[in-house]
T-cell receptor
């Protein structure tokens, strides 16, 4: 499994953009990069995933470095509801499962 | 879609008692996962099934833990006998076939277990 490094915690102000970084230098060529988040007292939920190209959806954008050794999850306008732990998870084509690290705890200030 | 359904949501039991946690995956999903979350160890994968067959149970802590999936719409995680250190939130999750590793995994709301 590819190792990941994420900041333990980050702070943001409401309605400002947030950039959550993740290093995954041992990622293999077939690993997708998944991001999940876990709101307080809830199960993890899918945010976004990508392989090589940058990706956008209604929740966030994912910017993947050209060498794929790092990625950044971008929340364009943080809301109080975005306060959660964000997990970056490389997931290989042969894997059925997700292996969670410690993630980044995002706090959003009003 | 109803999502992944877990029961019970909360359980308090005495040490030594048997605990059974239940999960109904999303219809049509071929993979089912059991995770455990504690403050100390974070989210740990215990076991996962593909088409009702256990694929990887290396995360199951010890023989006191067992998991079954008798059919595509039901799974149980049993702890017998339970111990205080089993207190945790247990999550069930499901996903479609892993042919494309971009498949999303959907989690239930968790079963909060306290063993006293």
């Amino acid at each position: 499994d590819a190792k990941t490094t994420q900041p333990n915690s980050m702070e943001s102000n409401e309605e400002e953009p947030v950039h959550l970084p993740c290093n995954h230098s041992t990622i293999s060529g077939t690993d997708y990069i998944h991001w999940y988040r876990q709101l307080p007292s809830q199960g993890p939920e899918y945010v976004i995933h990508g392989l090589t190209s940058n990706v956008n959806n209604r929740m966030a954008s994912l910017a993947i470095a050209e060498d794929r050794k790092s990625s950044t999850l971008i929340l364009h306008r943080a809301t109080l509801r975005d306060a959660a732990v964000y997990y970056c998870i490389p997931r290989g084509g042969s894997q059925g499962n997700l292996i969670f690290g410690k993630g980044t705890k995002l706090s959003v200030k009003p | 879609d109803a999502g992944v359904i877990q029961s019970p949501r909360h359980e308090v039991t005495e040490m030594g008692q048997e605990v059974t946690l239940r999960c109904k995956p999303i219809s049509g999903h071929d993979y089912l996962f059991w995770y455990r979350q504690t403050m100390m160890r974070g989210l740990e994968l215990l076991i996962y099934f593909n088409n009702n067959v256990p694929i990887d149970d290396s995360g199951m802590p010890e023989d006191r833990f067992s998991a079954k999936m008798p059919n595509a719409s039901f799974s149980t995680l049993k702890i017998q006998p339970s111990e205080p250190r089993d207190s945790a939130v247990y999550f069930c999750a499901s996903s479609r076939d892993r042919v494309f590793s971009g498949n999303t995994i959907y989690f239930g709301e968790g079963s909060w277990l306290t063993v006293v």
